[in-house]
């Protein structure tokens, strides 16, 4: 344990709810970070190198591969640092401001380092037989793992930033709210950036030319269109909506004074994390669920743009409108986890949601029209943001809040080590089955491996102790 934590945060003291305008604040960055995962990873990169570059689905796989490993690396240790200062939003703001710059980098090496080619791109080049490589390439690869690797690496410290914001009985409410928010943060997201991929408005249609003009001249590397036009301004909307957090909200339990921070005694601290998971029941057990069920969604995340074009025949320019009507049952469907949360268990909440995931990931694999996909990914939307809505409290419930820094970190530690494989093994099976039995049915194994993963999952959690149910909490509570 760390002692110096519990000497300055003791669990014994009830935490008080703090003024409204930094809850908010706090729930705003979860709109901010959503916008940004549905633009650059859902969205664009992923169809920009597979569609416009003509690069495999293995080569984005390297890329959330390499992500992964350095999420791996060096996230644990950092949980273990902001644990024994508890500060938190330093680490949150360094990472945000991180993958902001990367993520204006996107931009500016597809525009100078790549040709200009791909869908909606304005006097777009002719190249037969190209496919990208070389330095360009790698130039854009190395600022989405940075911009990706910073993106992911805000999100234990946000986290366990939640436990100092409000009481315990309201977490699974805040946490729906933040939920809530991302994907608004989404549709809002996709809403502002589209007119930069191709000069309309999803749902609406074509914008004015002279609008249009302005935004591109006002954004950098964004005077072509096409889904290269789309990173620049991704990057300062995310931002902006980030500021909220960055200006408002605050350590409430830091460490009085100067602090001498055990460098050698982090370092050690991460494998110790892994041995004191034994103090806690169920704390192994839902860190392994949360190993393959993150995975299997951050897969899907990565891949699901490219599947709607490629395997369920969505025109480009249609995409955004897909996922931005498709995100707005997760509104309403994260505010209803959220009560469901605080109302039932976080353990029985997360168990149903990944049930409903196998179903629908079946589903998925089975529908052939477009208006069934409607369906199918309306239904997605409306349990996806489930998930970050129960795992929060369900962890709190599992270890003392003074070591919740660390502990979110091996939660991420846990998923993202697992998606070096997950997108590997969707890329794998792609690439090796189309020459075998065409795109369409390739793609859709792969989902069928996705739903595999959530069986898995789903086997593993339901032994994950039921607070709800009476089981002790964890010693120093």
């Not at 409204?20 to 940004?36: N, P």
């Not at 791996?72 to 500060?87: C, E, K, N, Q």
């Amino acid at each position: 344990m760390h002692t110096l934590v519990h000497d300055s945060f003791p669990d014994s003291v009830a935490v008080p709810r703090a003024p409204l305008k930094e809850r908010l604040s706090w729930a705003i960055y979860d709109f901010a970070a959503t916008l940004f995962s549905m633009n650059v990873v859902t969205l664009y990169f992923a169809v920009w190198l597979v569609s416009d570059l003509h690069t495999s689905n293995t080569t984005v796989a390297v890329a959330n591969g390499i992500t992964a490993a350095l999420v791996v690396i060096s996230l644990p240790v950092f949980g273990a640092l902001s644990d024994v200062t508890r500060r938190r939003k330093s680490w949150v703001v360094g990472f945000t401001l991180l993958c902001a710059v990367a993520t204006m980098l996107i931009g500016v090496f597809g525009s100078t380092l790549l040709p200009l080619v791909g869908d909606a791109v304005s006097g777009a080049v002719t190249i037969p037989g190209y496919r990208a490589e070389g330095g360009g390439l790698i130039a854009v690869m190395a600022a989405f793992i940075v911009a990706n690797y910073a993106h992911q690496g805000a999100v234990p410290f946000y986290n366990a930033m939640m436990p100092e914001l409000v009481p315990r009985k309201e977490w699974g409410r805040l946490s729906g709210l933040g939920a809530a928010l991302a994907y608004v943060g989404s549709i809002v997201g996709v809403l502002m950036i589209t007119p930069f991929f191709d000069g309309t408005l999803p749902v609406a249609g074509p914008l004015p030319h002279g609008l249009i003009q302005t935004l591109r001249t006002v954004f950098p590397y964004t005077e072509h269109g096409g889904r290269v036009s789309t990173f620049f301004p991704t990057a300062v909307v995310f931002l902006i909506f980030a500021l909220p957090l960055i200006v408002v909200c605050r350590d409430h339990f830091p460490i009085a004074g100067p602090t001498v921070v055990p460098w050698r005694k982090a370092f050690r601290d991460v494998s110790k994390t892994f041995a004191d998971t034994k103090q806690y029941p169920g704390m192994r057990r839902f860190l392994l669920a949360s190993f393959v069920y993150q995975d299997a969604m951050g897969t899907i995340i990565s891949f699901m743009a490219v599947y709607a074009v490629v395997a369920m025949g969505f025109e480009s320019s249609s995409a955004a409108t897909l996922f931005v009507i498709l995100t707005v049952p997760a509104v309403f469907g994260s505010w209803l986890w959220g009560q469901m949360t605080d109302k039932f268990g976080a353990q029985r909440t997360l168990c149903f949601i990944i049930g409903a995931w196998i179903l629908l990931l079946i589903a998925m694999m089975l529908v052939s029209s477009k208006s069934l996909f409607w369906v199918v990914g309306a239904s997605i939307g409306f349990i996806y943001g489930g998930v970050s809505v129960a795992e929060r409290p369900l962890l709190l419930t599992l270890v003392p809040e003074a070591e919740a820094g660390r502990f979110f970190s091996l939660m991420i530690l846990s998923a993202r080590a697992a998606a070096i494989v997950g997108p590997f093994i969707w890329g794998f099976a792609v690439d090796g089955l189309t020459p075998v039995v065409g795109k369409d049915t390739a793609y859709r194994a792969a989902v069928g491996t996705v739903a595999i993963a959530m069986i898995i999952a789903l086997l593993v959690l339901r032994g994950v102790p039921d607070r709800v149910r009476g089981e002790a909490r964890p010693a120093n509570y």
